[in-house]
């Protein structure tokens, strides 16, 4: 079965930045890959989605407009930059996939998930 491994993470200054990536196992052509995000006390959330050619990706959320999704099916990676981080951003942030055409954002929908990598942003 596909796993997927999370890295980037650590503590960062409120306003900096943070590269994330997500290695797969094995290659993912056809899976749509997405990043969520849970922080203490709170349900997990979409951060971003991208299709398995990379073509499309969608945002959800409140790193809208900081972040940006993308994969490099060659590696079997997938990435996930962050900028202009706020304290409020701190949670862990996990990896999913799920096989199939459709570009999923809902938890449920995802079948696959990485163990997940701790971002703390201090004020």
């Known amino acids: 079965q596909l796993q997927l491994a999370e890295s980037g993470g650590g503590l960062v200054q409120a306003g900096g930045s943070l590269n994330l990536t997500c290695t797969a196992s094995?290659?993912?052509?056809?899976?749509?890959m997405a990043w969520f995000r849970q922080a203490p006390g709170k349900d997990r959330e979409g951060v971003a989605y991208?299709?398995?050619?990379?073509?499309?990706?969608q945002y959800s959320g409140a790193l809208n407009g900081r972040c940006t999704v993308s994969r490099d099916n060659d590696k079997r990676a997938i990435y996930l930059r962050m900028i202009d981080l706020k304290p409020e951003d701190t949670a862990i942030y996990y990896c999913?996939?799920?096989?199939?055409?459709?570009?999923?954002?809902?938890?449920?929908?995802?079948?696959?998930w990485g163990q997940g990598t701790q971002v703390t942003v201090s004020s």
């Open positions: 999913a996939a799920v096989r199939g055409a459709a570009l999923p954002t809902k938890v449920a929908e995802y079948t696959l």
């Open positions: 094995d290659s993912t052509p056809r899976y749509a």
């Open positions: 991208i299709n398995w050619s990379g073509a499309t990706a």
